[in-house]
Nanobody
Framework: QVQVVESGGGLVQSGGSLRLSCVAS????????MGWYRQAPGKQRELVAA???????NYADSVKGRFTISRDNAKNTVSLQMDSLKPEDTAVYYC?????????????WGQGTQVTVSS
């Protein structure tokens, strides 16, 4: 089992920056990928940025050039640096870890952290 806990959300003005962090615990060695998703009111949860199983990164088109995902393997942490924030970035941000368990990929989600960008 893998558990993830997010931190770092908050309220910021348009154009500002925030940094989110996610710490994983449990069966760390079984994790194949980690990333960030977000869900705005009335919308589906969407990928923001993630490390793939091969170690490369994926970004949503809407955040390319503004958000940067990074990781610290020694601390089992994945972070999301968000710059040039826009009101449309307002959402609950979730950390996700996918781990191989009994031959199946299992997703673990954090409780989410609110990011609010005021205009």
């Amino acid at each position: 089992q893998v558990q993830v806990v997010e931190s770092g959300g908050g309220l910021v003005q348009s154009g500002g920056s925030l940094r989110l962090s996610c710490v994983a615990s449990g069966s760390i060695s079984s994790i194949t990928s980690m990333g960030w998703y977000r869900q705005a009111p009335g919308k589906q949860r969407e990928l923001v940025a993630a490390f793939t199983a091969g170690g490369s990164t994926n970004y949503a088109d809407s955040v390319k050039g503004r958000f940067t995902i990074s990781r610290d393997n020694a601390k089992n942490t994945v972070s999301l640096q968000m710059d040039s924030l826009k009101p449309e970035d307002t959402a609950v941000y979730y950390c996700n870890a996918r781990a191989l368990q009994a031959g199946m990929l299992v997703s673990s989600w954090g409780q989410g952290t609110q990011v609010t960008v005021s205009s």
